[in-house]
Every structure is written in structure tokens, then in C-alpha cells.
């Protein structure tokens, strides 16, 4: 079951219409894409690379693969998908050497527009996640000069399990994806947060 939940304060005056951010746009995951970041607490990069995607029902899911950088070492996969319609969401991840664990119903990280406050909330697999859209925020990283603006999302579960690798905090710039995140469990955990190095992007499949 997913529920989406609204903090909105009330404010008097006209109504302006914003409806908020298009979320999807935030994730973007078209085309070839890959993505490596640095972590001031530990002695490797960590390497994300598009992989696949399949089609789930209207969705496209893709698989993203998350490892070490040279030497190379396989260390899990998430699988996301991010589209107008149905927002962001998290539909399955697998560490290595370990089942995939697949969601259903998946895991609403966004709806597809949302305004600061807001709250997704999901229950699936025995267990219940929340995501907060905490703010519109600058997100610097270690690629570009200039300060992206990113929308920040704290991804949670109250369900005591351990390998989740997406539990934690991202920011995510227009067109690009994670400029930053935090990884609380799983195989690429850290005490500090991933910072976007560098970033690769073709149209082509």
C-alpha cells in the first residue's frame, strides 16, 4: 500500500498554482549513463553504471549497478524507475553474492510532483518506508564548479533490517541524478556522504 501524505502549511491570500517539482526529471536515468563519487571515509570510489532496464507493465525499470573502481569489485544493484507518471521508485536491490529482493508493490521514493514537506509513505515486504522531500537545496560536487540545486529526499524504514542499500539521504540535480547521497546499510555503507566525481551520458541505449 502507498500513501502519500501532504505537510503543507496554510497561508492566506490568492492561490499561485504551484504545484510543485516534477521529481522524475531529478532521476534521470535515459539514455547510457554512469556516475562515480568519492568518500572522504573510505580507500576506494564507488562506481554506478546503468546496466539494463526491462519493462514492468507501463514502467521501464532500470537496474543500476553500484561497485568498487579500480580494482573493480561488484558490490550490489538497485532497481529504480523514474517517469512522469508514477514518479520515482525503488522496485528491487541485490547485494553481491546474495538473492534480489524484489518489491511489490515497489518502493514510492516521489510522486511525480511534490513540494517540500511532503511524505510518500509504502508498505511492502513486511516491512514500511517513508520518504521526505525535505527541501530544495544546494547540492556542490566534485565535477562541476558551479552549486547544483537539488531536491532532497530521506529515504527510512522503522523495520530493523540491515542491507538495505538505499536507506539514507539524497540530492538529486535536474538531469543527472544523485549529486550526493548517504548510504546508512548495505555493502557501500559510510559515515560520510558519496560526492559526485564525475558523470558520463549518451542518448543511446
Known amino acids: 500500500m ?10 492566506e491570500g490568492p492561490k499561485t498554482g504551484y504545484v510543485g517539482h516534477s521529481t522524475h526529471e531529478y532521476m534521470a536515468l535515459d539514455g547510457s549513463r ?27 525499470v532500470v537496474t543500476l549497478e553500484y561497485a568498487e573502481f579500480d580494482p573493480y ?4 544493484s538497485i532497481q529504480w524507475s523514474s517517469d ?24 514510492l521514493v516521489a510522486d511525480y510532483q511534490m513540494v517540500p514537506g511532503e511524505i510518500s509513505t509504502t508498505e511492502t515486504g513486511d516491512s514500511t518506508f ?8 544546494t547540492c556542490p560536487n566534485e565535477w562541476v564548479d558551479d552549486d547544483w540545486e537539488c531536491l ?23 538531469a ?19 560526492i559526485l566525481s564525475q558523470a558520463q551520458w549518451s542518448g543511446g541505449e
Open 2 to 11: 502507498i500513501l502519500s501524505l501532504a505537510l503543507l502549511t496554510a497561508c
Open 34 to 60: 554512469s556516475w562515480r563519487y568519492v568518500n572522504d571515509t573510505t580507500d576506494y570510489q564507488l562506481n554506478v553504471e546503468k546496466l539494463d532496464s526491462q519493462t514492468v507493465g507501463d514502467t521501464e
Open 130 to 137: 517513508t520518504s521526505t522531500f525535505d527541501a530544495v537545496e
Open 73 to 76: 569489485l561488484l558490490l550490489g
Open 176 to 194: 543527472w541524478g544523485p549529486s550526493r547521497f548517504t548510504a546508512e546499510n548495505g555493502p557501500f555503507s559510510a559515515s560520510s556522504e558519496w
Open 152 to 174: 532532497k529526499f530521506t529515504i527510512a524504514t522503522e523495520s530493523g533490517v540491515s542491507t538495505y542499500p538505499f536507506i539514507g539521504t539524497w540530492w538529486l540535480a535536474n
Open 84 to 107: 512522469s507518471s508514477d514518479g520515482i521508485m525503488i522496485h528491487g536491490f541485490s547485494i553481491e553474492g546474495q538473492d534480489t529482493v524484489t518489491f511489490d508493490p515497489p518502493i
